[in-house]
C-alpha cells in the first residue's frame, strides 16, 4: 500500500461526494457534518424508522453510533443495517462506551449480530467488550488494560466478525483477520475534543463509500485524519482545544498530496 494511494483515495472522496447516511449520537451530530463537508463527502442524519431504510438504500455508506442511546434509535439502526445490507452498502459501527453498561454492551452485540457490519471502529476496551472479553472501561474511554495486545485482540475481533477493525489509541490498529497495520499519527489534544473518535469514525464511512478495498479505505481515512489534527495541532499551538477545534475542520479541507507523502506513519505488521 504506497502513500500514494491514500491521497488517491482522498481525492475520490472529494470529487464523488458520497453520500454517508449517519444514525449517531447528539452529542457530536454538528460536528460530524461539518466535518464530512469539510472533507467533501455529504452528510445526512435520518433517524426515524420510517424513512431509515429508504435512506440507508441510497447511501454511499451507513454509520452506526451508540453514543446516546435509546430504544428507538436502536431499532432505526437495526432497520437501517439490514437494508444496507440488502443494497451492498457498506456499514461502519461505532460501538461508544461498550463495557460501561450492561445495556450499551447487549446493544453493540445485539448490532454485530443483526447487521452485517464492515468494519467497527472503537478503542481497545470497546473491542474487547463487544467482543465479550473483559476490559477496564471509564464512561467512554478505554482504561489501563488498554496496553495489553491490541493487535492480537484487531485481529481476533476481525476474525470472529469477518469485518475490518479499527483500533484507536496512541497507536492505531487495522486488521482485517489476515493483514494488520499500525497508523502512528495524530496528536494528543485529540482526546480533548469531544466526537473526534466519532467522526472519524463517520470518516472512514466516506472512505468505504468509494473504496472497495476496506482494509485500504480504513488506514487511508486514518492517515489523512490525523495528518489533518497534527497540522491543526502545530497551527493552533497554546491557543486552546477551541482553536484546534476549528482549525481542524480547515485542516480537513485542506490537507494535500504532499502532506499525505510527508506525514504519514503506517506499517505492515504481518
Same mark, same amino acid.
Given at each position: 500500500?504506497?502513500?500514494?494511494?491514500?491521497?488517491?483515495?482522498l481525492?475520490k472522496?472529494?470529487?464523488?461526494?458520497?453520500?454517508?447516511?449517519?444514525?449517531?449520537?447528539?452529542?457530536?451530530?454538528?460536528?460530524?457534518a461539518?466535518?464530512?463537508l469539510?472533507?467533501?463527502?455529504?452528510?445526512?442524519m435520518?433517524?426515524?424508522?420510517?424513512?431509515?431504510?429508504?435512506?440507508?438504500?441510497i447511501?454511499?455508506?451507513?454509520?452506526?453510533?451508540?453514543?446516546? @442511546?435509546?430504544?428507538q434509535?436502536?431499532?432505526?439502526?437495526?432497520? &437501517? +443495517?439490514?437494508? /444496507?445490507? *440488502?443494497?451492498? #452498502?457498506?456499514?461502519?459501527?461505532?460501538?461508544?462506551?461498550?463495557?460501561?453498561?450492561?445495556?450499551?454492551?447487549?446493544?453493540?452485540q445485539?448490532?454485530?449480530?443483526?447487521?452485517?457490519?464492515?468494519?467497527?471502529?472503537g478503542?481497545?476496551?470497546?473491542?474487547?467488550?463487544? @467482543?465479550?472479553?473483559?476490559w477496564?472501561?471509564k464512561?467512554?474511554d &478505554? +482504561?489501563?488494560? /488498554?496496553n *495489553?495486545?491490541? #493487535?492480537s485482540?484487531?485481529?481476533?475481533?476481525?476474525?470472529t466478525?469477518?469485518?475490518?477493525?479499527?483500533?484507536?489509541?496512541?497507536?492505531?490498529?487495522?486488521?482485517?483477520?489476515?493483514?494488520?497495520?499500525?497508523?502512528?499519527?495524530?496528536?494528543?489534544?485529540?482526546?480533548?475534543?469531544?466526537?473526534?473518535?466519532?467522526?472519524?469514525t463517520?470518516?472512514? +464511512?466516506?472512505? /468505504?463509500?468509494?473504496?472497495?478495498?476496506?482494509?485500504?479505505?480504513?488506514?487511508g481515512?486514518?492517515?489523512y485524519?490525523?495528518?489533518?489534527?497534527e497540522?491543526?495541532?502545530?497551527?493552533?499551538?497554546e491557543k486552546?482545544?477551541?482553536?484546534?477545534?476549528?482549525?481542524?475542520?480547515?485542516?480537513l479541507?485542506?490537507?494535500?498530496?504532499?502532506?499525505?507523502?510527508?506525514y504519514?506513519?503506517?506499517k505492515?505488521?504481518?
Amino acid at each position: 500500500m504506497e502513500k500514494i494511494n491514500l491521497y488517491e483515495t482522498l481525492e475520490k472522496v472529494r470529487e464523488v461526494n458520497p453520500l454517508v447516511h449517519n444514525i449517531t449520537n447528539v452529542v457530536v451530530t454538528n460536528f460530524t457534518a461539518n466535518g464530512l463537508l469539510a472533507l467533501g463527502a455529504s452528510p445526512v442524519m435520518a433517524y426515524a424508522a420510517e424513512e431509515v431504510a429508504e435512506m440507508a438504500k441510497i447511501a454511499s455508506a451507513l454509520v452506526l453510533n451508540i453514543g446516546t @442511546l435509546n430504544p428507538q434509535t436502536v431499532d432505526s439502526m437495526i432497520i &437501517a +443495517g439490514k437494508e /444496507a445490507n *440488502e443494497s451492498n #452498502v457498506p456499514v461502519i459501527f461505532d460501538p461508544v462506551g461498550a463495557g460501561a453498561t450492561t445495556y450499551r454492551t447487549e446493544t453493540a452485540q445485539r448490532i454485530m449480530r443483526e447487521v452485517n457490519v464492515s468494519a467497527i471502529r472503537g478503542n481497545a476496551a470497546e473491542i474487547a467488550n463487544v @467482543l465479550g472479553e473483559k476490559w477496564e472501561i471509564k464512561g467512554v474511554d &478505554a +482504561g489501563s488494560s /488498554a496496553n *495489553e495486545d491490541i #493487535v492480537s485482540l484487531a485481529i481476533k475481533a476481525a476474525e470472529t466478525w469477518n469485518c475490518v477493525v479499527i483500533i484507536t489509541g496512541k497507536v492505531d490498529v487495522v486488521s482485517d483477520g489476515e493483514t494488520s497495520y499500525l497508523v502512528n499519527n495524530g496528536h494528543p489534544i485529540m482526546t480533548k475534543v469531544t466526537g473526534m473518535g466519532c467522526l472519524l469514525t463517520s470518516v472512514i +464511512g466516506a472512505f /468505504a463509500g468509494v473504496e472497495k478495498d476496506l482494509l485500504k479505505a480504513s488506514v487511508g481515512a486514518l492517515t489523512y485524519y490525523e495528518v489533518a489534527a497534527e497540522k491543526a495541532a502545530a497551527k493552533t499551538a497554546e491557543k486552546g482545544t477551541g482553536s484546534f477545534q476549528i482549525e481542524f475542520l480547515n485542516q480537513l479541507s485542506l490537507v494535500s498530496n504532499e502532506d499525505i507523502n510527508l506525514y504519514s506513519s503506517f506499517k505492515k505488521v504481518n
